[in-house]
């Protein structure tokens, strides 16, 4: 970001960053998603929640991007909710804004690129080892992906995450994987 119109980005950043205490919601489901976020600090998680349990989707850290780009990108409804599991520092822009930045300036239209690029890959990544991976190999990609998820997220969270049952996670924890 640091090639983005320094003005600009100071700017919209001033006016929009967030201090989240844990357990917050930055997105319900059922509302429309108005922003993109950067995660300064503190651990996210989105999930959808489905004949009364909730299934992980994605766990957002430092450095990450945070929204529910199909309902940002559309302004239809979120299918998801995104919550703080720990006290949070997020930047966000807003959709206004976003879209006024991508049409004045080439470099925040290449950071948009990015920001459309990073998502993707990422969704892609994870819907292949779903679609393909074992679970030991999805865990082994998890901790590739977030190397300190363990101490964040509690088991129950991870094992949704992976479609499993704690129980089965905690078998698969117990070959050392990680160490």
Known sequence: MTNCNEKSYNHTLKKSHFWFCGLYFLLREGKVCSFIGIVKSGVLRSY???EGEE???DFYF???FVTSYRSFLTQEKSVGS???LEDSFIYCLDKSDYDRLLNEST???KLGKYIADTLFINKCRKETAMLTDDAYNRYKLLLKTYPNIEQHVTQYHIASYLRIRAESLSR???LNIGQ
């Open 55 to 57: 299934h992980n989707s």
């Open 82 to 84: 995104i919550q703080a």
């Open 172 to 174: 698969i924890k117990s």
């Open 48 to 50: 959808i929640s489905k």
């Open 107 to 109: 470099e925040w239209y």
């Open 62 to 64: 430092e450095d990450s």
